[in-house]
């Protein structure tokens, strides 16, 4: 059968990584989290200085930025793929709220962008891939054969995310989450570089109302439509 690009793009705790990682599996493709790797340039920030109080410092991060290696390997025991920043697994750390309250700014920026695109369309020269994010569909692979794109109401994202969090053991409020998942759809919807929107030809979901198994199925109905094409 033909390899494709699947492009999942939308708003922050959309439940895309949970649809385009089961998708992958299924499907038997490679799945990456793009914004794992803008969360894994913000934790080099914070671990570095260049986050501080006084802001970010973008001198030194554009000196910095070719040190900045990221990779996805797969966890042998549970068959995840997990994040690695200098060839360290960063992947709990990268999902804390420090990381969270940071991570639009940086990803902001049009040379963090510019290097992370690069690396992504490298990811995925040879298809076979599920990737998620933003600007998939839009900047990353404007030719991808699927896009999707995943929406839902602030609220029902921050519950679900706060509840990931909890379950995870961090000490978070709803309210809290829910402060922070609108100043991140605010930035990411209005930055200047590649700001998050759906490319035109995105097949869109709202998914406020349903299962996790419903949008599994309901995604696999659209990967065999594109396939066949
Ligand atoms: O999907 P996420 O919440 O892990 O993404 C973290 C941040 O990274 C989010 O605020 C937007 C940004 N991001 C981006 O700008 N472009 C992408 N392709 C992926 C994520």
């Known amino acids: 059968m033909k390899k494709i690009v699947i492009a999942i793009d939308g708003f922050s705790s959309s439940g895309k990584s949970t649809m385009a990682k089961d998708l992958a599996k299924e499907i038997g493709y490679i799945y990456i989290d793009t914004g794992a790797m803008y969360r894994a340039v913000t934790l080099y920030c914070l671990n570095n200085n260049i986050i501080s109080e006084k802001g970010i410092d973008l001198e030194q991060l554009k000196e910095k930025i070719g040190q900045i290696h990221i990779q996805f390997k797969n966890n042998k025991q549970t068959g995840e793929r ?79 995310r706060a509840e990931e969090l909890q379950a995870k053991g961090e000490q978070v409020f709803y309210t809290e989450v829910l402060k922070n998942i609108k100043k991140r759809d605010h930035i990411d919807s209005t930055r200047e570089e590649s700001p998050l929107k759906q490319a035109p030809d995105a097949i869109v979901l709202d998914n406020s109302r349903m299962t996790i198994d419903e949008q599994k199925a309901w995604l696999l109905v659209q990967y065999k439509k594109a396939v066949k094409e």
């Open 82 to 160: 997990e994040t690695y920043l200098n060839s360290i697994n960063v992947e709990s750390e990268i999902r804390k709220m420090d990381v969270a309250n940071w991570v639009s700014p940086i990803a902001a920026i049009g040379f963090v962008r510019k290097a992370l695109v690069a690396l992504q369309q490298k990811m995925g020269e040879s298809k076979g891939i599920v990737m998620d994010g933003r600007d998939i569909g839009t900047v990353v692979f404007p030719q991808a054969e699927l896009k999707i794109f995943i929406t839902a109401s602030p609220e029902i994202r921050a519950k679900r």
